[in-house]
């Protein structure tokens, strides 16, 4: 892994960490948490987008679409639920939230023609991996309702599989 990668992954760690801190005093909670997923869920639909529109093998542009359509189907599950339970959700733009990724997003956007696809996959391997350390230390120890639980543990499964077709990609084109 690069410098360069390296820094954005702990640079992602860290917003995950203050994102699940929301701030002090405020406990992960079934808002923060519904929160968090979507913006999460926003964040890699918009860097698969981008996988879609740069990705210069046949297998990022399909990987990225797979992507899109899960995260797509995960925010809109989520979403549901939210409005069915009238639950009063954090802005997951506030400051301490996931809304500064959009820097990483710019980053990934202007990769060289002819990197981009390494730099897409070490993104999402990154990504994907953070996402599933904080389901499984954070996310599925504070979820109290018991639907948002549900979702969660159907979330993570997808998750697990999307990160190891992403991985299985990644080493298909010889990307670290």
Same mark, same amino acid.
């Given at each position: ?5 390296? =820094?954005?992954?702990? &640079?992602?760690?860290?917003?995950? $960490?203050? #994102?699940?801190?929301? $701030?002090?005093? $405020? ?12 913006? &999460? /869920? ?5 860097? #698969?987008?981008? =996988?879609? %529109?740069? =990705? ?26 939210? /409005? ?8 997951? /733009?506030?400051? #301490? ?6 820097? /990483? ?8 023609? #002819? &990197? ?7 993104? %999402? ?8 350390? &904080? ?17 969660? %543990? ?19 084109? =010889?990307?670290?």
């Amino acid at each position: 892994m690069n410098m360069r990668a390296l =820094g954005a992954f702990f &640079a992602l760690c860290c917003l995950w $960490h203050q #994102g699940v801190q929301a $701030h002090p005093g $405020h406990p992960l909670d079934d808002p923060s948490i519904f929160a968090i997923f979507d913006q &999460a /869920n926003a964040v890699d639909i918009s860097a #698969g987008k981008l =996988g879609v %529109e740069r =990705g210069e093998s046949d297998a990022v542009r399909q990987l990225a679409s797979a992507i899109i359509s899960l995260r797509s189907d995960l925010q809109a599950r989520s979403r549901a639920l939210v /409005n069915e339970r009238k639950i009063a959700v954090i802005d997951p /733009n506030a400051p #301490g939230q996931l809304g500064q990724y959009a820097e /990483n997003i710019k980053k990934l956007d202007a990769s060289p023609k #002819g &990197a981009f696809d390494a730099a897409y996959l070490r993104h %999402e391997i990154n990504f994907q991996r953070t996402l599933i350390f &904080a389901f499984k230390r954070s996310f599925m120890r504070a979820v109290e309702d018991p639907e948002l639980s549900q979702l969660m %543990e159907a979330s993570l499964t997808q998750l697990e599989q999307q990160y190891k077709e992403t991985v299985a990609v990644a080493e298909r084109l =010889g990307v670290e």
